[in-house]
């Protein structure tokens, strides 16, 4: 199976941006574990602060991907383009967040993207994207 890992906004700050919520493990040295965990999957990912960008990825997928884990970061609670992007490429997205967006902020308490995704999981750090990862090769 080939997995395409989708990282929005400030994800790049990963393990020095707010490691009270966000841990203080960068993406990169996460990913190469989630590779040796999983090595039945065929790993990508693309990190952007750029809303379009994401999309463009989004659209790519459908030809080079069979699933997305996407942490889409803020936009997942601004970004109805975003939200289109997933239900118009018909392969499997599963919403991951770091922090649990439902005891935080109450903006951040409602994911336009999860609306488009087959589920969506927050809360449990960088465990998330295994855990997406465990039900997409189950």
Do not use: C
């Not at 590779?35 to 065929?42: D, I, L, N, W």
């Not at 659209?59 to 942490?71: K, L, P």
């Not at 239900?87 to 005891?103: D, F, G, Q």
């Not at 960088?126 to 997409?136: K, R, T």
């Amino acid at each position: 199976m080939r997995i395409l890992i989708l990282n929005g906004p400030n994800l790049n700050l990963l393990g020095r941006r707010e490691p009270e919520i966000y841990g203080n493990v960068s993406f990169e040295v996460f990913f190469k574990d989630l590779q040796k965990r999983f090595p039945a999957a065929e790993w990508q990912y693309f990190q952007s602060n750029k809303e379009g960008e994401l999309i463009d990825r989004l659209h790519e997928a459908m030809d080079g991907a069979d699933a997305v884990i996407f942490n889409p970061g803020g936009y997942s609670h601004t970004s109805i383009s975003l939200a289109d992007a997933i239900r118009a490429i018909k392969i499997p997205v599963i919403e991951v967040h770091l922090s649990n967006i439902h005891a935080r902020e109450s903006y951040r308490h409602h994911s336009y993207t999860a609306e488009s995704s087959v589920g969506a999981i927050a809360g449990f750090g960088l465990e998330g994207y295994a855990l997406a990862a465990s039900w997409l090769l189950r």
